[in-house]
Nanobody, 125 residues
Framework: QVQLVESGGGLVQAGGSLRLSCAAS?????????MGWFRQALGKEREFVAAITRSGTITYYADSVKGRFTISRDSAKNTMYLQMNSLKPEDTAVYYC?????????????????WGQGTQVTVSS
């Protein structure tokens, strides 16, 4: 069983940057075919943010974060990252990392079987 733990959230002003980390303990997260970041704002459904394949060579982004966020992973450190630049108040949410062994998970949270506990990101205007 792999445990995923997010860190790096906090309060930042609009236009600022944060880097989230997702560390895996237990088995290595190379077992996951894809890993991703999702977020859930208060009163809203959880939504896809970004994903990265096991090889790290292919990445996917939601249109709302494309060009501002960068997903990456360091397999040697069993850690995935989300670099968030040019943050906006609408990026405020709890951010979750997730992993899936599904071949074609798409962007649906239901297709990701492993989740971290989440880290709060608050962007002030």
């Amino acid at each position: 069983q792999v445990q995923l733990v997010e860190s790096g959230g906090g309060l930042v002003q609009a236009g600022g940057s944060l880097r989230l980390s997702c560390a895996a303990s237990g088995r290595t997260f190379s077992m996951y075919i894809m890993m991703g970041w999702f977020r859930q704002a208060l009163g809203k459904e959880r939504e896809f943010v970004a994903a990265i394949t096991r090889s790290g060579t292919i990445t996917y982004y939601a249109d709302s974060v494309k060009g501002r966020f960068t997903i990456s992973r360091d397999s040697a450190k069993n850690t995935m990252y989300l670099q968030m630049n040019s943050l906006k108040p609408e990026d405020t949410a709890v951010y979750y990392c997730a992993g899936t062994t599904s071949l074609y998970p798409g962007r649906q949270p239901a297709n990701f079987g492993s989740w971290g506990q989440g880290t709060q990101v608050t962007v002030s205007s």
